[in-house]
């Protein structure tokens, strides 16, 4: 079998400029990508997990109080707001309280709003929000009806308007 010549030989310098723009696109789309990754949310939690994690057992002991009150907490959202429901273990309304909470994106802070619930009467309560498609997590913090500090977290889903 004969091949055909092409006329211009492979040279070292050849070699050598398509082992530098190889390794060029390389470095360069990875210096690209870690400006990116650092440049945006720098997934910092807590600025101290030692001295966050010493409130541990505080933390779960309120949980269980939490817990052993058996409130129901209804969760709903619309494009204008955030709507809950609060019923004790009886099924009772419980409209004597006071809900603040924030709105908050998982995974960038440039979104974040804070929450001021309204009652509107048989334990229903709700918050103007503007929620754009994406992930979500409301956290809030209800006092009254006897209890100090009552905290839920809620995760949704904001679909695409129709």
Known sequence: MAMAATGKPLTGRHVLAMLLAFFGVIIGVNLTMAYFANSTWSGLVVANGYVASQSFDKDL???????????KVG?????????????????????????TGQLERTVTDKQDQALAFAPLGGGVYAAPATLSPGVWEVEIDARGDGVSDYRKIFRFFVKDAP
């Not at 002991?61 to 409130?71: H, K, N, P």
């Open 61 to 71: 002991a309120r949980a269980r109080a939490q817990e052993a009150l058996g409130w």
């Open 75 to 99: 969760f709903s959202f619309e494009r204008g707001g955030i709507r809950l429901s609060f019923v004790d273990t009886e099924g009772a309304a419980i409209d004597q309280l006071v809900i």
